[in-house]
């Protein structure tokens, strides 16, 4: 079967560069339904605003493909106070679309949205399998999985269970590709599993890990199995489609 390229890009590498961003500043945005359109209005004003002001933040925009409302900016770091020197979204939107059109925006904006929760990833190299070292266009999609370790288990034991997973999907050669970041700004680690795709296709052909552990490892594939899920307590996983007016890819 001919295998789909992976290339590693924005916005988990910043624009011009091939590896994972070592920090992210994730945006997870939720809005009214029934407000989209508006919120969508409100969210391309901002991104125009970020590309035309001196100070525009560079970031990406992932909508959930299923439509519950859930979107996530996606800004990629060098270092993990980075934000701190950025100007404010109101100082940006203000500045480039004026004081009455600025604000119309920013209360929309407010209007429209029910939650905003920003945590700063770490990028965890010994979780994470990702691509050629090459740049290129923002990825179309996101696979998102957020979970926890579940109480009392070993980050060790499921580190080691993982890096069974990497060698088994390396063997096989497939293209599957995954960056794992951790939250640095909670108590219990929360971990952000991104597997990212350019088509649905590539999505369709990522090789089963059951199957893949099995070539390796035989019956014990199971076992394997069972750990990592034993060591995961609630998680979530979502599909995001990017939406492209909404960010700045710089």
């Known amino acids: 079967m001919e295998k789909s390229p992976v290339h590693w890009g924005f916005p988990l590498a910043a624009p011009g560069s091939g590896s994972p961003a070592p920090h992210l500043l994730v945006n997870k945005v939720l809005h009214l339904n029934s407000r989209g359109a508006e919120f969508h209005d409100a969210a391309v004003a901002f991104a125009a605003a970020h590309r035309q002001h001196p100070g525009g933040v560079l970031h990406a925009c992932y909508g959930s493909w299923i439509g519950t409302g859930e979107v996530r900016f996606i800004y990629p770091l060098v270092s993990p106070d980075e934000p701190v020197s950025w100007p404010t979204t109101e100082e940006v939107v ?72 990497e060698a088994a999907h390396l063997k096989r050669g497939q293209a599957m590709r995954w960056a794992t970041y951790a939250a640095r700004t909670v108590s219990a680690p929360l971990f952000h599993v991104m597997c990212p795709a350019s088509t649905f296709a590539d999505i369709d052909r990522w090789p089963d890990t059951r199957a893949a552990l099995a070539d390796d490892h035989g019956a014990a594939a199971s076992d394997i199995i069972d750990q990592i899920i034993d060591s995961i307590g609630p998680y979530q996983t979502t599909l995001l489609v990017h939406v492209a007016a909404c960010g700045y890819p710089g």
């Open 94 to 165: 203000v500045a480039v679309h004026g004081s009455d059109a600025g604000s119309r925006y920013l209360q929309v904006y407010r209007d429209t949205v029910t939650s905003e929760t920003k945590i700063v990833f770490d990028y965890r190299s010994d979780l994470s399998l990702p691509g050629d070292p090459e740049a290129t266009a923002p990825w179309q999609y996101l696979v998102g999985i957020e979970f926890r370790l579940s109480a009392g288990r070993s980050e060790a034991e499921f580190v080691d269970a993982v890096k069974k997973v």
